[in-house]
């Protein structure tokens, strides 16, 4: 079974500064993809950020990027320059063939201006 | 470590027709949620239900769609009239508050596929 392990459930940074969410996973699948998800208040679920499992660079869109680390199983997502908009709960997923998502339980980041 | 089971895993189901999809949340958990993946597009969250009713939904969630808690460990999702743009991964959450850094427990989806 493929589980995600999101061990941070609540983090807090200064504004402008760096922050990273950690997040592990277990699986024995070889080729899969990892996401981070945004969830503001709203509650939509706004995608951040993909890992294609199959691709060593590490992904990266703008002040967002993530450290794959796939022997280790972790996929940590590092914000740089804050802003108080990142302010949500952050989620990381897997997914591998067959569509099948699965979800850590989240971290709340709060930016302080 | 507690966990959301929703069934089936796959379901598929002729335009027009009726669908439930099934979720048991965890058992000590108040707050319940679907959201919704069509095959390539973003996470969509469609309906909260607290306290035996919606406290919250989105535009996706019209007419066609209900939600109910028959029995107080089940959380069910029904389309009453399937249509072909209906076909999504659909993903069950529950909750034990709705605080902002609440924990959001994920079931590991329903695959509807509308022919």
């Known amino acids: 079974a493929q589980t995600v392990t999101q061990s941070q459930p609540e983090m807090s940074v200064q504004e402008a500064e760096t922050v990273t969410l950690s997040c592990t996973y277990d699986t024995s699948e070889n080729n899969y993809y990892l996401f981070w998800y945004k969830q503001p208040p709203s509650r939509q679920m706004i995608l951040v950020i993909r890992q294609e499992a199959y691709k060593q660079q590490n992904a990266t869109e703008n002040r967002f990027s993530v450290n794959f680390q796939k022997a280790a199983k972790s996929f940590s997502l590092k914000i740089s320059d804050s802003q108080l908009g990142d302010t949500a709960m952050y989620f990381c997923a897997f997914m591998w063939t067959g569509n099948q998502f699965y979800f850590g339980t989240g971290t709340s980041l709060t930016v302080i201006p | 470590e507690p966990e959301v089971t929703q069934t089936p895993s796959h379901q598929v189901t002729q335009m027009g027709q009726e669908v439930i999809l099934r979720c048991v949340p965890i058992?000590?958990?108040?707050?319940f949620y679907w959201y919704r993946q069509i095959l390539g597009q973003k996470v969509e969250f469609l309906v909260s239900f607290y306290n035996n009713e919606i406290s919250e939904k989105s535009e996706i969630f019209d007419d066609q769609f209900s939600v109910e808690r028959p029995d107080g460990s089940n959380f069910t999702l029904k389309i009453r009239s399937t249509k072909l743009e209906d076909s999504a991964m659909y993903f069950c959450?529950?909750?034990?508050?709705?605080?902002?850094?609440?924990?959001?427990?994920f079931g590991s989806g329903t695959q509807l596929s509308v022919l």
């Open positions: 058992s000590n958990h108040l707050y």
């Open positions: 959450a529950s909750s034990g508050g709705d605080r902002v850094n609440e924990k959001l427990f």
